[in-house]
Every structure is written in C-alpha cells, then in structure tokens.
C-alpha cells in the first residue's frame, strides 16, 4: 500500500516533468502530449485535437490573442458511471507566460525540487493545479464506478490568450453542469474558493502632439502632455468603476477591477518635442457586464471624460482593443458546487475555506458565459507567486488539494 510520503513523491515527479515541459503561449504541444500520455491508461476515452485558430477567430465569443499562433492543441477525457447523472469537469490551462530575465532566477525555471517546494515558471500558475486535477480524475477511474453521470477533464492552451482552449474545448462539446478550475487560490489560510473574478480588456491608445524643435517647444504640441491629460481621465474612471462595486467577495480583494498603463513608446530625438505617444494599458471588467458591455463603456466614458480639452477635441486620441480579453463571472456563494468544495477542504483539512473574489481573469468567464455551467475556481500555490521570478508550490498543498478535488467529485456524482 502507497504512503503519503510515496504520493507526494509521485506527485512531485509528475508536476517537475509538466513544469519541464515546454509550453509559453502558443507553444504548448510538449505539454498537452505529455498530460495526455497520462489520461490514456486510465481514462474510457481520451480526445486530442487541434482546433484552427481560423475557426475560433470567426467564432463570436473569440477572446482575442496576445500572440501569433496557427492553431490550439487540447486534450480531453472522460470516466462515466453506471448511471446517468451529472458532469462534472476538472479543467486546467497548460500555457505559461514567458520567464524573462533568467539571471533574477535563484532556482531553475525548467523545475527544480528544494524539499517540500516545486521552483519553476508555471508551477503555481497553473501546472500544479493541473496536476492535482489529474490525480483526483486518476483516483476516481480506478475506483469503484458506482456513481451517477461522469468525470471529465480538460487541458486547454492558450489562456493567458484570454481562453482560446476553452473555447476550442467548448465548441468541441467538451462541457458539464459543474466545473472546477484549479488556479492558485490559496493564503496564509491555505486555498479558497474564489466565486467570483474581474476580467480585463487590453487597449492601444494613441495620443498625437506636434513636433517642434526643442529651442522653439512653445511652438509644438507635446504628445507626452496630451497623454497625461489622457492618464488622468483613466485613473477617474478606475477610481469610479471600483466605488460602484457592491459585490462582497470583489470589494474584499481591495481594488477589484484595476487599470495598469504597462507599455508607453514616444519621441524619436532628445531635441525634438514629442508629436506622438502609444500606450498599451488593461481594463477592468465587472462582474455585471459582458466583454462587449466593458468595451463599449470604457470607451464611451473615456471619450466623454476628456471632452472639453481644446486640443484633444480637436485631434481625438485613436483608441482601440487589442490583444487578448478576459470575461468576468460569478457564482452564489451558496450553490451545491461552492458547498460541495468547501465541505470536502473542511473533511480533508479540518478547515473550512472561505469565498473570495479575484481582480484577475480565468477560464472561468468562458465555462460560466459560454458553456453555461456553474463554475468556481479553487486550487494551490498563491497568486502572488503566478508570472513572477522563483515561481513555486508546495506539493503538500498540491497532494491535499488532490484529495479535496477526488471528495468533491465523489460528493457531486453522488
């Protein structure tokens, strides 16, 4: 019979091999083969395809990209009872975010074991996660089949894209009535189920100036100027979209639906007074609204929030959506599926966790918006670690939040 001490070494193992897998966005091949060597000795079917990014580009619920990719590999399972029931699906993206300047890196960002602790870029975001969801599916094919409905599991690429793999997975028919995300949820008070999250928008915003010769800058226009008068019109807006905010799981995260200004380009010569600006910033979406909704209100206030600027007025500032889109959602803190993971961390732990929300996107917008199933986001590591230098997990948290996964399913198909 396995110890704890054998599983988490199992556990272990298999999270090091998928966090070695390459597997940046749009680039995860490596990574989807691998998890799907895994599910073919145990699942009743496995599915693995590749969807054309043509296909889901045409598509009306097309999240966007952040970059160039032909298509989107996806691998799916299934177990079924020996009655029908609901599905339920543990689903998880293989996509990580590239790990920069690897000098700042203490640990090796291909995977590297220190005891109880996996370093490495997508361990916590969200390689362990999906290991965990893979091992719950595992134990639960090799038990007993008594149980009503079905066990499906995902991994999807492409969600740091804004969900190009869920949506691949959805319009394959790989849906449920309940479905879980392990994304890294956890604290001080290790991980909680988050029910409910901000989505973000992705926006290019061009501000023109007229170029002068520095000597003679009072006949110019300074792009730089015109910009901060656009800056401060978006540090309004972020201000009052965050005060309207009455949902309790998103007003506890502190500032839910934050706007970041990431990427500013202007000026070609020291000398010259700038006659053009370029910004790249995020938007936050609200729990209440649709990507549609979001775009169309932050664009809308933006330009009202500026008229009146005699320049501006008369040169408007280009604005346009670019790159990916998250959607935002929400489940009740009350439902079956929020219950039924809480009562099995509390059996598991001896704690019951708490329900958060997130000022970040997921995956769960699309499985909540698209496919129509209640969704909640529960898993180990912490997000404060997620795309950051020495990323890492524990694999005790990993283990435990295997065993949580395995007696939420085996309550839900009850």
């Not at 909680?192 to 100036?209: K, P, S």
């Not at 997000?383 to 295997?402: W, Y």
Request: with cysteine; charged share 25%.
């Amino acid at each position: 019979m396995a110890t704890s001490s054998d599983v988490d070494e199992h556990l272990a193992q298999r999270a090091l091999a998928l966090v070695a897998a390459p597997s940046e966005t749009g680039q995860e091949h490596p990574a989807i083969d691998l998890i799907a060597s895994w599910l073919d000795p145990v699942a009743d079917e496995v599915d693995r395809w590749v969807t054309p990014m043509a296909d889901l580009e045409s598509d009306p619920a097309y999240p966007g990209r952040e970059v160039e990719r032909d298509e989107v590999p996806v691998v799916a399972a299934r177990i079924v009872g020996n009655r029908p029931g609901p599905i339920v699906v543990l689903t998880g993206h293989a996509d990580v975010v590239p790990v920069g300047d690897r000098v700042k890196w203490s640990r090796d960002p291909a995977g590297e074991l220190d005891g109880d602790v996996l370093y490495g870029r997508g361990s916590a975001d969200m390689k362990g996660g999906v290991v965990a969801a893979i091992e719950a599916f595992t134990r639960v094919a090799h038990g007993d089949r008594d149980f009503a409905g079905e066990l499906r599991f995902v991994a999807v690429p492409g969600e740091e894209d804004g969900g190009t793999g869920t949506l691949a997975a959805i319009r394959r028919g790989w849906t449920g009535d309940l479905v879980i995300v392990p994304e890294p949820t956890s604290g001080p008070d290790g991980p909680q189920v988050v029910v409910a999250h901000g989505g973000a928008l992705t926006y290019t915003i061009e501000v023109d100036g007229r170029s002068a010769h520095a000597a003679t800058r009072l006949l110019g226009e300074s792009a730089l100027d015109h910009f901060i008068t656009v800056y401060r019109a978006v540090e309004r807006l972020e201000r009052e979209v965050n005060e309207n905010e009455r949902n309790p799981a998103m007003v506890t995260t502190g500032l839910p639906y934050p706007t970041t200004v990431g990427v500013v380009n202007g000026g070609v010569w020291a000398s010259n007074v700038m006659e053009k600006i370029t910004a790249e910033l995020r938007v936050g979406v609200t729990i209440d609204e649709t990507v549609r909704e979001a775009e169309s209100r932050f664009e809308r206030t933006l330009r009202e929030a500026i008229t009146g600027d005699e320049w501006l007025d008369a040169h408007p500032p280009r604005i346009e959506r670019t790159g990916a889109a998250f959607g935002s959602s929400s489940i009740e803190v009350d439902h079956p599926l929020v219950e039924a993971l809480r009562g099995a961390a509390e059996s598991e732990t001896g704690v019951r966790p708490g329900t958060i929300g997130a000022p970040y996107g997921c995956d769960m917008a699309l499985w909540r918006r698209e496919a129509g199933a209640a969704c909640a986001v529960y898993g180990p590591g912490e997000i404060v670690h997620a795309h950051a230098v020495d990323e890492r997990i524990s694999i005790a948290e990993l283990a435990t939040t295997a065993r949580v996964l395995e007696t939420t399913v085996r309550s839900l198909l009850r």
